[in-house]
Nanobody, 122 residues
Framework: VQLQASGGGLVQPGGSLRLSCRAP????????MGWFRQAPGKQRELVAY???????KYTDSVKGRFTISRDNAENTMYLQMRNLENEDTAVYYC?????????????????WGEGTQVTVSS
């Protein structure tokens, strides 16, 4: 069972994008869902996670610029990205944590789908 991320594209520095992650109902009901990204030559890293209670956590580099949200009724998670920087260029993935514990470790997540490319360039 895989999640489907969409909404990526090419944007200039300072621009905005909104990513969406569509999940099958059985996955969307998991407690913790997260957005990850992987830039060329780098390890996959957590961008943000959100729990069913609305608890969120962001990696330091995106705090104040990105906002994660989820709509359980629509089985969808979002990542609103503002003031994008060149360093945000990566393939963005969404996934769901296997357990109930909120975690930043990619290995604790599954249901990875194909990511969506975000390119920030002038």
């Amino acid at each position: 069972v895989q999640l489907q991320a969409s909404g990526g594209g090419l944007v200039q520095p300072g621009g905005s994008l909104r990513l969406s992650c569509r999940a099958p109902r059985m996955v969307s009901r998991r407690n913790v869902m997260g957005w990850f990204r992987q830039a060329p030559g780098k390890q996959r890293e957590l961008v943000a996670y959100i729990t069913n209670d609305g608890v969120t956590k962001y990696t330091d580099s995106v705090k104040g610029r990105f906002t994660i949200s989820r709509d359980n009724a629509e089985n969808t998670m979002y990542l609103q990205m503002r003031n994008l920087e060149n360093e945000d260029t990566a393939v963005y993935y969404c996934a769901a944590a296997r357990g109930n514990r909120a975690t930043m470790t990619p290995g604790d997540y599954d249901s990875w789908g194909e990511g969506t490319q975000v390119t920030v360039s002038s």
